[in-house]
């Protein structure tokens, strides 16, 4: 299929779903997190697991017999950084499998489709090789304005109609697209209630993301590539994860341009950008030079894929596009681990010593970039802090001093030392030469 994808790119396939399988099914079970919350039927996991072989061997006759319906989504929220909530669609375990095993099989189609400065939930990019890009296209592309464009509670606005239109581009198989339907269109279910969706995409499900790429490929990035192309009198660097867009540009007017453009070709398909989270600042190698000449200070920062961007230099002076954390990311984060040590105080202490130490290494697994040790250095230093202070108060007698807590911090949590190459070195290797936008 892949190959017959990338021979062809008109080609559409008009058989699919005989590619969904009882070994298709059964290896998109055990893809799933067994703790993952149930949906709205209650089954876990592990119950399903229970008869797994009878279980999927009646998923994939009702599949293929058209006898198969999609579930309503559970509605759950969770707080976002800037105090906001952010909806989430719990789907049921039968649901999840076989959106698994449909994306699986889409995948091999449309990995050949979707464009290189497109990041995000693909096979083998991650949110790092999305930094990685932006920083070697603003270090070596003569980048002076950046677009950080935010698209307006994009998940909630998808368009059924034309994400249907879209996947008919590739996807000819009339049982594959009757499935997308059922997924869109099964509704929520919210405090008991039952409400339908007539449009978006409930965020969480295994599908969405795939079929979020595939709307912003058609909406966003083959126009993007085109208006650069036809358009652009200077160089323009395109990153996209998901529904965060940062483009770079080397002249005002194209930026101003583009921005105009893209509020016209988003309000056509039923988006938006959001009014305070876009931003078109001055940023790159000449930004600070040129901002003291006019008496306007330092460059803006700006915000993506959970670290600030900073106009920066090195010891010897030169341009360096430096990444510190966010810093209400990481203050939400300290409140998280405050609250759990809170709750959990009167278990053991090696229990305790063993959940904060894998915190602290997740924490650093993404964060400990380089130019961003003192950050990731604050964020431990707090989480030992916030663990002492609630040792002691287990009891009003403790004799934990700062002695005996630093022999727990020795022995539970690991230091805080730069995890990731810099950006150039790994974008390099990754890519061997080619664009890092393109």
Not at 289 to 297: C, D, M, Q, T
Request: include cysteine.
């Amino acid at each position: 299929m892949r190959e017959a994808a990338r021979r062809n790119k008109d080609a559409r396939f008009t058989a699919l779903l005989h590619h969904v399988d009882l070994d298709r099914l059964r290896a998109a079970y055990w893809a799933i997190r067994p703790q993952a919350a149930p949906g709205v039927d209650g089954v876990t996991w592990d119950a399903y697991g229970q008869d797994l072989e009878a279980n999927l061997r009646d998923l994939h006759a009702r599949v293929h017999s058209g006898a198969y319906r999609a579930s309503p989504s559970r509605r759950v929220y969770i707080p976002k950084a800037d105090g906001r909530q952010r909806p989430l669609g719990i789907a049921t375990v039968e649901d999840k499998i076989l959106q698994r095993a449909v994306v699986e099989v889409l995948n091999a189609v449309y990995e050949v489709d979707f464009l290189g400065f497109s990041y995000g939930f693909r096979p083998g990019r991650g949110p790092h090789h999305a930094l990685d890009a932006l920083v070697v296209g603003i270090s070596r592309k003569k980048v002076n304005w950046v677009l950080d464009a935010d698209i307006r509670e994009f998940f909630t606005n998808l368009d059924h109609r034309w994400l249907v239109r879209f996947l008919e581009h590739r996807i000819a198989d009339q049982r594959v697209l009757r499935l997308i339907r059922k997924w869109l269109s099964a509704g929520v279910v919210e405090d008991g209630k039952m409400s339908e969706t007539s449009e978006g995409a409930p965020q969480g499900a295994s599908a969405s993301p795939l079929l979020a790429n595939v709307y912003l490929h058609y909406v966003f990035d083959l126009w993007a590539r085109w208006w650069r192309n036809r358009y652009a009198r200077g160089d323009m660097i395109i990153v996209r994860f998901a529904d965060d867009s940062t483009v770079g540009f080397e002249f005002q007017e194209d930026a101003q341009r583009f921005l105009a453009d893209l509020r016209e070709r988003f309000a056509r398909f039923g988006l938006g950008l959001h009014p305070d989270k876009t931003r078109l600042i001055e940023f790159g190698r000449h930004a600070a030079r040129a901002r003291v000449a006019r008496g306007v200070g330092k460059p803006e920062t700006f915000d993506f894929l959970g670290f600030t961007h900073i106009c920066g230099k090195t010891r010897t002076g030169r341009f360096w596009l430096k990444r510190k954390t966010i810093s209400k990311r990481m203050r939400a984060k300290l409140v998280e681990v405050k609250d759990h040590l809170r709750r959990s105080r009167h278990l053991p202490i090696p229990e305790q010593g063993r959940w904060l130490g894998s915190v602290i290494r997740g924490y650093l697994a993404y964060y400990a970039v380089p130019g961003n040790t003192d950050a990731v250095a604050a964020f431990r230093t707090q989480a030992r802090r916030h663990w002492h202070r609630s040792l002691r108060r287990r009891s009003q007698r403790t004799r934990l001093n700062w002695t005996r807590m630093r022999r727990l911090e020795t022995r539970w949590l690991p230091p805080a030392r730069v995890k990731h190459p810099f950006p150039e070195r790994r974008f390099d290797a990754r890519t061997r030469g080619r664009s890092p936008v393109r």
